[in-house]
């Protein structure tokens, strides 16, 4: 069986269980198998494939088919600028969250080094993409994860920033150590009776610690502006993840614990996502 006769299978299967992008997700999991970019895949179509190579795409297909995700099964996912190594402990890098990553490097366009804080660091994908970006920056992350920890360690030297980035197993109300220039964070923010009606490879599979945010999704949120506002620079830039809706009131606990509301920023499908605030 050739290349394109088994992604075609993979396909048909994906669309029966209702998977969207059955035909690009099947190109994914071959390419996976067969230690390719997807652009092998297309160019070389009529390639026979061996049975053990034909298994393991079919294993692959399964496991997709029971909405498993694609960065799972790939354990790779790309944000910003670079591919990330990710597991099934970690909340998978969407792209929403790189409006994060665009606005503090727009607003530090002119700074020469900066401390930053990432609070809830998962796979690393905020804070190490700046790090990237700005060889001056240092950064620190702490998480309550240690699987988590562990993956933005490696993440960070696949990058070549390790020797920037510090790393901490800490609650966010727990840790006190340093002042910082900038905070970031991607809090869980999802309400805990809604978690159940998202979609399967998210409800099902994606860490349940890294999507709760509570009885009212601001739980976390809550924790994280109150140990910001202790642990930032006076002029610091807080800059949040935010649920559509919480616009509002997260802005008034920003103003509770100090912090002047600078703007809030729309994702792709028009949804409010980022808030960028100042200590005062």
């Known amino acids: 069986m050739n290349i394109q006769s088994i992604i075609i299978k993979g396909e048909n299967v994906l669309q029966d269980k209702l998977i969207n992008n059955a ?9 996976k198998v067969l230690n390719k970019d997807r652009e092998y895949i297309l160019s070389n179509s009529n390639e026979i494939l061996n049975k053990d190579k034909i298994q393991n795409f079919k294993k692959l297909i399964k496991k997709r088919s029971l909405r498993i995700p694609i960065a799972y099964l790939t354990n790779k996912k790309n944000f910003w600028n670079s591919e990330f190594y990710i597991t099934e402990n970690i909340l998978i890098p969407r792209p929403e969250t790189e409006l994060i990553v665009d606005n503090v490097l727009r607003l530090t366009k002119f700074k020469n080094k900066l401390n930053i804080l990432d609070i809830g660091i998962g796979s690393g994908c905020i804070l190490l993409s700046i790090l990237k970006e700005r060889p001056n920056y240092y950064g620190t992350g702490i998480d309550i994860s ?17 020797s920037r980035l510090k790393l901490f197993k800490s609650n966010v109300d727990k840790f006190n150590l340093g002042k910082y220039d900038l905070i970031v964070s991607n809090p869980p923010y999802i309400e805990n009776f809604k978690i159940k009606y998202l979609e399967k490879d998210v409800s099902q599979y994606e860490p349940l610690l890294a999507l709760n945010g509570g009885l009212d999704g ?30 509002n009131e997260v802005s008034k606990i920003l103003k509770k614990e100090g912090f002047y509301i600078n703007r ?17």
């Open 23 to 31: 035909s690009l997700d099947a190109e994914i999991l071959l390419a």
């Open 146 to 162: 240690k699987k988590c920890l562990n993956i933005s360690k490696i993440n960070a030297i696949n990058m070549n920033v390790i």
């Open 218 to 247: 601001l739980s976390e949120i809550r924790k994280v502006i109150k140990k910001s506002s202790e642990l930032i620079k006076k002029k610091g830039k807080l800059i949040l993840e935010i649920g559509f809706n919480q616009r």
């Open 264 to 280: 809030t920023y729309k994702d792709l499908a028009n949804l409010d996502r980022c808030i960028i605030s100042t200590k005062i």
